[in-house]
C-alpha cells in the first residue's frame, strides 16, 4: 500500500512570494489534516478535512494560508504572502478511522 | 481542551541501556494516548496507542508505555535501546480520536 505523498520535499522562498504544497493520502482514506512543525516544537493542527468538506481550521491563519480538498482525495496548502515565521515543515496525513494516522514524508519551507 | 507536555527535551542514552521517555497531559475529559517517532527528514511514525483496557501497552521495536490515570502521564520506556531508537518522540492526546495535541518532543541520542 502505497503512503501518503507530499512534493515537493523541499522549497526555499522570499518573504512575501507565495507558495504551493501538494498532498495524495492513502487511498480511501476520509480523512486528511495538515500541520505545521516549526522546528523544535510538535506538529500544530492547521486544517482537518473530511472527503471535501472542512471540520476544524480554527488554527489556520486564514489571511495568509489557504487549503482545499478536491474531489476529496489530493489536497493543497497555500501561504500568501509567506513571511518569515512560516518557516517549518509541514505535514500532511490521512485517517481511515479513528484513532489512526498515517503521516507523510513533510515539506520543509524556509522563507528567507 | 487537551493539552500534552513532554518533560525532557533531550535524552542522551548508552546503547543497551534502558530509556524512559516522559509525558504528562491535561484534559477535562477521557482521552487516548499516543507515542509517534520521528526519524530525520522522515514523517511521524506511531508507536503504540493506547485506547482502553489494560494500562500497560506493547508498541513496535520494543517500546512499551503505561497509562496512569491518577498522575495523568504516558511514559515511553524501552529496558535496553539500539543506535536505530535515536530519533525525535512525540506523545499525543486525542478525546475523540480525530484530533490529535501533539508535545513538543523528546530527542532521544543513543550513544554507542
Known amino acids: 500500500e502505497a503512503g501518503v505523498a507530499q512534493s515537493p520535499r523541499y522549497k526555499i522562498i522570499e518573504k512575501r512570494q507565495s507558495v504551493a504544497f501538494w498532498c495524495n493520502p492513502i487511498s480511501g482514506h476520509a480523512t486528511l489534516y495538515w500541520y505545521q512543525q516549526i522546528l523544535g516544537q510538535g506538529p500544530k493542527l492547521l486544517i482537518q478535512?473530511?472527503?471535501?468538506?472542512?471540520?476544524?481550521d480554527s488554527q489556520l491563519p486564514k489571511d495568509r494560508f489557504s487549503a482545499e480538498r478536491l474531489k476529496g482525495v489530493d489536497s493543497t496548502l497555500k501561504i500568501q504572502p509567506a513571511k518569515l515565521e512560516d518557516s517549518a515543515v509541514y505535514l500532511c496525513a490521512s485517517s481511515p478511522q479513528r484513532y489512526e494516522q498515517y503521516f507523510g514524508p513533510g515539506t520543509r519551507l524556509t522563507v528567507t | 481542551a487537551q493539552s500534552v507536555t513532554q518533560l525532557d527535551s533531550q535524552v542522551p542514552v548508552f546503547e543497551e541501556a534502558p530509556v524512559e521517555l516522559r509525558c504528562n497531559y491535561s484534559s477535562s475529559v477521557s482521552v487516548y494516548l499516543f507515542w509517534y517517532v520521528q526519524y530525520p527528514n522522515q514523517g511521524l511514525q506511531l508507536l503504540l496507542k493506547y485506547l482502553s483496557g489494560s494500562t500497560l501497552v506493547k508498541g513496535i521495536n520494543g517500546f512499551e508505555a503505561e497509562f496512569n490515570k491518577s498522575q495523568t502521564s504516558f511514559h515511553l520506556r524501552k529496558p535496553s535501546v539500539h543506535i536505530s531508537d535515536t530519533a525525535e518522540y512525540f506523545c499525543a492526546v486525542s478525546a475523540a480520536g480525530n484530533q490529535f495535541y501533539f508535545g513538543t518532543g523528546t530527542s532521544l541520542t543513543v550513544i554507542p
Open positions: 478535512f473530511q472527503n471535501n468538506g472542512v471540520v476544524d
